[in-house]
C-alpha cells in the first residue's frame, strides 16, 4: 500500500531527513518548489501565473515556483499575504533568491489592489498553507481562497490545498478547489481520505530527498489500497476448480417484504466467484431468487445451526428486519463459529451489545455506513464524517472486529490487530450513490472470504473490486446505474484482477 501520513509525521520525517541525512531544509524547499513549477509550467499556456504565497514554508515553495518559471520566461508574479519582513528561514533565503532574480513580489495588504489580478491569471499556484495550518481561515486569507474558487484558472495547490486539514481532509472554513495537488514527499491522510481528495484534483508525490527507508521505518499508521496489492491478493482461477473448491457463501436475510436486499447480496456473492450460494431467509413465505441461487426457509432463528454446517461465510443482515427473531439469527450467525459479514440490520442488531461480536465465535466484518456507524458508537454522521479515520479506529477497537467503514474512499480498520492502521480504498465514485450497493458489497467480502482469503485482505480487495466495478458503471451508465447492474458487473471487475 501508498504510504499515507498524518502532519506530525510528515513533520519527522522532514526532520529526519535534515538531521541524519543532512540535506538541508533550504535544498528540500527548492526541490519541492520545482517540482510545484513543472506542475503549472504544463499549463503556461492558459496564461499568467498568480503564485500566492503565504509567510511559512509553504510560500516558500511558491517562491523557488515562482523563480523557476521566471527563469524558463513564464509571466509568473508573487502575491504575498503578509510583508516580506514576516518571512522567515529557509522560506526567506528562497524569497530573497526570487528578488535578486528579478521577480515580482506584491505585499497584499488591501486585497483590492490585487484581488482582480489574481482572478484574471490563467494559472493560480496556491502556495498560502500547507500542513502546519490548525484554525479556520479568516480575514484575507480566506478572501484569496474565495477568489481563487471563483476565478477560471487552472489551480495548483503547493503539498495541500490551503484551509484542509491534513489529518481529516474537513475544510478549515474555506478551502482551495485545486486541479491539481503537488504534495511533497508522501501522501497525506487529508488528501488520500474523504472529503479532502475531492478538493485535491490530480495528486502528484514530488520526490523531494526523503529515503524511502525513512518513511518504512516510521509507524505510519494508514495507507492507500493500490491495484498491486488486490491482484496479489484476488483468488486465482485453477485448472482444477469446481464448485466445492471454491466455497460456500450462506446469506442470512430477506424477511418477507425485504427479499430484494438479500438477493442483491447472493448475486454478488456468485459473481464475485463463490462455488455456491445459499440463501436463509425468515419466515413462511416464498423466496424467489436467481435460478444459480439455493434457497432455505429459516422458520426459527435456532434453524441456522442446521443450515451452517459446510458453509465457509456467513453474509448477514440485508433485508433481514429489526425484530427480537432477527437479533436471535445474528447471535445464531455469530455463534456458528463461521466467518461472518454484518451489514444493514444485523449492524442494528449488535449496536447497543458489542459483545456479541467481540464473544463471536469466529472473526467479524462489519460493513456500516455513516449512519450506521454513528448509531454504531453513540454520534452523528456529520461527526463521523468529520474525522473518517478517528470513526473506523473506534468502531475497530469498540467492537474487536475488520471494521469497512463505507462512504467516499471507504476505509478498512481491524480491530483484530494490536495496531490500528486504516486501509483506504481509491475506487468507487457517483455510481455507487444508489440503493442497494451496500448489500452488494457484503455478498463480494463473503465470497472472498468463502475462497480462502483472510477476512481482512477480503474486506480490502473487496471494496476495491466493489468500487471498481462502480467506476466501470459510472463510464457507461453514470447516475442510471442501479445495485443490480452493479452485482453484474462485479464479475467484470475481479476478471480485471487476473490479468
Known amino acids: 500500500m501508498k504510504p499515507v501520513v498524518t502532519a506530525a509525521e510528515m513533520r519527522a520525517l522532514d526532520a529526519a531527513t535534515i538531521e541524519e541525512i543532512g540535506l538541508p531544509g533550504v535544498v528540500l524547499m527548492e526541490t519541492a518548489g520545482r517540482a510545484v513549477a513543472e506542475a503549472a509550467w504544463r499549463e503556461r499556456a ?9 509567510p511559512g514554508n509553504n510560500g516558500g515553495d511558491g517562491f523557488v515556483c515562482a523563480r523557476v518559471l521566471r527563469e524558463r520566461g513564464a509571466d509568473a508574479i508573487v502575491y504575498l ?30 486585497l483590492d489592489e490585487h484581488k482582480d489580478a489574481i482572478a484574471r491569471a490563467g494559472v493560480i499556484v496556491d502556495a498560502l498553507f500547507g500542513t502546519g495550518l490548525a484554525r479556520e481561515l479568516d480575514g484575507t486569507a480566506r478572501a484569496i481562497v474565495e477568489i481563487i474558487n471563483e476565478s477560471s484558472a487552472w489551480v495548483v495547490a503547493a503539498d495541500l490545498p490551503s484551509g484542509l486539514d491534513a489529518d481529516t481532509g474537513r475544510a478549515l472554513g474555506a478551502c482551495v478547489l485545486a486541479d491539481v495537488t503537488v504534495t511533497m514527499g508522501a501522501l497525506k ?20 530527498g526523503i529515503p524511502r527507508r525513512l518513511i518504512d521505518a516510521t509507524a ?7 491495484e498491486a496489492d488486490v491482484r496479489a491478493l484476488i483468488p486465482k482461477p485453477s485448472a482444477m476448480d469446481h464448485k466445492g473448491r471454491r466455497g460456500h457463501v450462506l446469506v442470512v436475510g430477506g424477511a ?94 449488535i449496536a447497543d451489545r458489542p459483545e456479541r461480536v467481540t464473544g463471536a465465535a469466529g472473526p467479524v466484518v462489519l460493513t456500516p455506513h455513516p449512519g450506521e456507524a454513528a448509531a454504531l458508537l453513540g454520534l452523528t454522521a456529520a461527526e463521523i464524517e468529520a474525522d473518517r479515520l478517528t470513526a473506523a479506529r473506534a468502531l475497530a477497537a469498540r467492537f474487536r472486529a475488520i471494521v469497512v467503514l463505507k462512504g467516499a474512499r471507504t476505509i478498512v480498520c481491524d480491530g483484530t490487530l494490536a495496531d490500528d492502521f486504516c486501509a483506504i480504498n481509491p475506487t468507487g465514485g457517483p455510481a455507487l450513490a444508489t440503493g442497494g450497493t451496500g448489500d452488494v458489497l457484503t455478498g463480494v467480502i463473503a465470497a472472498l472470504i468463502a475462497q480462502g482469503l483472510a477476512p481482512s485482505d477480503a474486506a480490502r480487495c473487496g471494496v476495491w473490486v466493489h468500487g471498481a466495478a462502480g467506476d466501470r458503471l459510472g463510464e457507461s451508465l453514470g447516475r442510471g446505474a442501479t445495485a443490480h447492474d452493479l452485482a ?9 484482477m487476473l490479468h
Not at 46 to 54: E, L, M, Q
Not at 220 to 226: K, P, T, W
Request: aromatic share 0%; glycine share 14%.
Open 46 to 54: 492558459r496564461g499568467a501565473i498568480a503564485v500566492v504565497c503565504g
Open 220 to 226: 505510519v499508521r494508514a495507507g492507500l489500497v493500490e
Open 81 to 110: 499575504v503578509g510583508a516580506v519582513g514576516s518571512v522567515k528561514g529557509d522560506a526567506r533565503t528562497h524569497l530573497d533568491a526570487l528578488i535578486r532574480a528579478g521577480g515580482v513580489v506584491h505585499e497584499v495588504v488591501a
Open 256 to 349: 418477507p417484504g425485504k427479499r430484494g436486499a438479500a438477493r442483491l447480496a447472493s448475486m454478488a456473492a456468485a459473481r464475485a466467484g463463490a462455488g455456491l450460494v445459499t440463501l436463509a431467509a425468515p419466515g413462511d413465505g416464498e423466496i424467489v431468487a436467481d435460478d444459480v441461487i439455493m434457497t432455505e426457509a429459516l422458520r426459527a432463528p435456532h434453524a441456522l445451526a442446521t443450515i451452517a454446517p459446510g458453509k465457509d461465510a456467513i453474509a448477514c443482515g440485508p433485508g433481514l428486519g429489526r425484530d427480537d427473531a432477527a437479533r436471535e439469527l445474528v447471535d445464531a450467525a455469530l455463534a456458528t463459529g463461521l466467518p461472518c459479514v454484518l451489514d444493514a440490520d444485523a449492524l442494528h442488531a
Open 488 to 496: 453484474r458487473s462485479i464479475a467484470h471487475a475481479v476478471r480485471a
Open 189 to 208: 491522510v487529508g488528501l488520500a481520505s474523504a472529503p479532502g481528495f475531492a478538493r485535491a484534483g490530480a495528486i502528484e508525490i514530488a520526490e523531494i
